[in-house]
């Protein structure tokens, strides 16, 4: 009995990453030391029942970065669902930290509909980094069954020189 059945948790089929999942998502411009917002896919619920996300999370993090964080933030209040953002608000894209956090609660996503908050996690690219961010996993609960899915996700962070804003 694996160790998942044995929890009682199966593996689900009832989310879909969207267009985020069909693709990688880049940034050729980190530097060492720095902190980013990486985007995980916002969650649609493709089932003919509700779902309460319970958790999301990066199941492959590269050498070279370290997850310092994992939040939830709805997209109404953030302008949009931020696919890599600098953590200091720089750039254009709000600063997530000061954003509401959904994580540690059920998150509900109606049977047929997307959900209006998504995941983030908070990086720091620690050096030269060697892979991508990848395989996205949800845990979420229907009806009474709790569930793990691997939704596709695949995040590409690339030293390079850094970009200059304006203040």
């Known amino acids: 009995m694996t160790g998942s059945r044995a929890e009682g948790i199966r593996e689900g089929s009832a989310l879909d990453g969207g267009m985020q999942s069909a693709g990688d998502v880049g940034y050729e411009h980190a530097q060492i030391?720095?902190?980013?917002?990486?985007?995980?896919?916002?969650?649609?619920?493709?089932?003919?029942?509700?779902?309460?996300?319970?958790?999301a999370e990066f199941d492959d993090?590269?050498?070279?970065?370290?997850?310092?964080?994992?939040?939830?933030?709805?997209?109404?209040?953030?302008?949009?669902?931020?696919?890599?953002?600098r953590t200091d608000g720089k750039g254009g894209m709000p600063d997530l930290s000061k954003a509401r956090n959904y994580a540690g609660h059920p998150v509900k996503v109606k049977a047929k509909s997307g959900s209006d908050i998504y995941y983030v996690a908070r990086i720091k690219v620690t050096g030269r980094v060697h892979g991508a961010l990848?395989?996205?996993r949800f845990w979420y609960r229907q009806g009474s069954q709790?569930?793990?899915?691997?939704?596709?996700?695949?995040?590409i962070v690339?030293?390079?020189?850094?970009?200059?804003?304006?203040?």
């Open 33 to 55: 030391g720095e902190e980013y917002w990486a985007g995980l896919p916002l969650p649609w619920n493709t089932s003919s029942a509700d779902v309460e996300i319970t958790k």
């Open 61 to 85: 993090v590269p050498q070279g970065i370290e997850v310092i964080e994992y939040r939830a933030v709805n997209g109404n209040e953030t302008d949009g669902n931020i696919l890599f953002a």
């Open 134 to 136: 990848k395989d996205c």
């Open 146 to 155: 709790r569930y793990r899915q691997q939704v596709e996700c695949s995040t």
């Open 158 to 167: 690339r030293l390079g020189p850094p970009i200059e804003y304006e203040n």
